[in-house]
C-alpha cells in the first residue's frame, strides 16, 4: 500500500494511514491499475471532495468507453496540451501512455519531435492536424476562438461527438496541468504512465 514515500507537493498531502474514513474511501476511488495513489490525486487529501470531483472528471474525459476518438491520440492530445503549458508531470505520465497505446517506437518519436517543435504538421494531416491546432488555439489564446475553429473541423470530418470530447480532454487538461503547476506536484514516487507493463 502507498505510505507517501517520497511524496512531492508545496502542501501537505495525507499518507494512507493518517486517512480519515471519508479520505480513504476517496483513496480507494483514485488507485490506479497499478494499486498505488499518483501525486495528482493525493494533492488533492486535504479536501476530499475536490478528490471525488476531480477522478469523476479524469475518467469521464479520458477513460469513457462512449469516446470515439482513439485512446492513443486521446494521450496525444493530452501530450500536447501539456507541452504547451510545460507540466511535465502530465507530460510524463501522458506520453508514457500514448507511447505504449501507438506501439511503434519509429512513429512515437516523429509525433514527439514534432509536439515538442510545436509543429505537429511534421507528423499530422486532415483530421488529427486540425484538431491538434484546435488543442492549441484553445490552450495559448482562449478568447480567440471563434466558430471557424470548430466549422474546420467539421470540414476535416470531425463529428460533434468528437469535437465535444477533444474540447474536453483540453479542457481537463489546462485544468490539471494549472493544477499541478501551481501545488508543485511532482512524479518523485509515482509509477509513470497508467497502463501497467505485461
Not at 70 to 78: A, G
Given at each position: 500500500?502507498?505510505?507517501?514515500?517520497?511524496?512531492?507537493?508545496?502542501?501537505?498531502?495525507?499518507?494512507?494511514?493518517?486517512?480519515?474514513?471519508?479520505?480513504?474511501?476517496?483513496?480507494?476511488?483514485?488507485?490506479?491499475?497499478?494499486?498505488?495513489?499518483?501525486?495528482?490525486?493525493?494533492?488533492?487529501?486535504?479536501?476530499?471532495?475536490?478528490?471525488?470531483?476531480?477522478?469523476?472528471?479524469?475518467?469521464?474525459?479520458?477513460h469513457?468507453?462512449?469516446?470515439?476518438?482513439?485512446?492513443?491520440?486521446?494521450?496525444?492530445?493530452?501530450?500536447?496540451?501539456?507541452?504547451?503549458?510545460e507540466?511535465?508531470?502530465?507530460?510524463?505520465?501522458?506520453?508514457?501512455?500514448?507511447?505504449?497505446?501507438?506501439?511503434?517506437n519509429?512513429?512515437?518519436?516523429?509525433?514527439?519531435?514534432?509536439?515538442?517543435?510545436?509543429?505537429?504538421?511534421?507528423?499530422?494531416?486532415?483530421?488529427?492536424?486540425?484538431?491538434?491546432?484546435?488543442?492549441?488555439?484553445?490552450?495559448?489564446?482562449?478568447?480567440?476562438?471563434?466558430?471557424?475553429?470548430?466549422?474546420?473541423?467539421?470540414?476535416?470530418?470531425?463529428?460533434?461527438?468528437?469535437?465535444?470530447?477533444?474540447?474536453?480532454?483540453?479542457?481537463?487538461?489546462n485544468?490539471?496541468?494549472?493544477?499541478?503547476?501551481?501545488?508543485?506536484?511532482?512524479?518523485?514516487?509515482?509509477?509513470?504512465?497508467?497502463?501497467?507493463n505485461?
Open positions: 500500500m502507498h505510505r507517501g514515500e517520497g511524496m512531492s507537493a508545496w502542501i501537505k498531502m495525507i499518507e494512507d494511514d493518517e486517512a480519515t474514513t471519508e479520505l480513504n474511501e476517496v483513496l480507494e476511488m483514485a488507485r490506479t491499475p497499478h494499486g498505488t495513489v499518483d501525486n495528482v490525486m493525493r494533492v488533492h487529501s486535504l479536501r476530499p471532495s475536490t478528490m471525488k470531483g476531480h477522478i469523476y472528471l479524469y475518467k469521464s474525459v479520458l469513457d468507453d462512449s469516446n470515439t476518438i482513439p485512446e492513443w491520440f486521446q494521450e496525444t492530445i493530452s501530450s500536447y496540451v501539456s507541452i504547451l503549458n507540466c511535465e508531470y502530465s507530460l510524463s505520465n501522458h506520453w508514457a501512455n500514448a507511447k505504449h497505446l501507438i506501439n511503434d519509429k512513429k512515437s518519436e516523429k509525433i514527439k519531435e514534432a509536439l515538442d517543435k510545436k509543429r505537429p504538421e511534421e507528423a499530422f494531416s486532415g483530421k488529427e492536424l486540425e484538431l491538434l491546432k484546435y488543442s492549441e488555439k484553445l490552450t495559448l489564446s482562449p478568447s480567440k476562438m471563434e466558430e471557424k475553429d470548430v466549422k474546420s473541423l467539421k470540414e476535416k470530418g470531425v463529428s460533434d461527438g468528437e469535437i465535444l470530447e477533444a474540447n474536453q480532454i483540453i479542457c481537463y487538461f485544468y490539471v496541468n494549472r493544477s499541478i503547476n501551481g501545488l508543485g506536484v511532482s512524479t518523485k514516487g509515482d509509477i509513470v504512465g497508467y497502463y501497467k505485461k
